[in-house]
């Protein structure tokens, strides 16, 4: 059970990203990217960068990492992600709830059999 419950977590938090550009199928194509908004660039030899976008050039992306300029080469990106931090809060505050209702489910069917002279076999 226990092996489920991290199996579906660490599911449900890595569906908390949005792709919003991959070279297999957008092959150049950059108009989802907006301006003022922070991305996950996958780029050469498999670096990963956090940024905010400035602006999308004609070959390549501007934007700020800690206060810092920076500019990716379009022809080197191979994936690029949005957070939705908002999504994964309220997901993993779903499921913490569900567990804790799930618990005190089972205390209460354990309460009530022993009412009635039942048990119930918790593990």
Do not use: P
Not at 21 to 38: D, P, S, V
Not at 77 to 86: G, K, M, P, Q
């Amino acid at each position: 059970m226990k092996n489920i419950f991290v199996a579906a977590l660490v599911l449900f938090l890595a569906s908390c990203s949005s792709t919003k550009y991959t070279a297999k199928e957008n092959t150049g194509n950059f108009e989802k990217l907006n301006a003022g908004k922070a991305y996950v660039f996958f780029h050469e030899n498999d670096l990963k960068t956090n940024m905010e976008i400035t602006s999308v050039e004609k070959d390549s992306i501007i934007g700020l990492k800690n206060k810092n300029r920076i500019a990716l080469a379009k022809n080197t990106i191979w994936e690029v992600r949005r957070n939705n931090t908002a999504g994964t809060v309220i997901l993993v505050g779903s499921l913490v709830g569900a567990a804790i209702l799930i618990g005190v489910f089972f205390n209460a069917a354990g309460d009530i059999g022993k009412v009635f002279g039942h048990t119930v076999a918790v593990q």
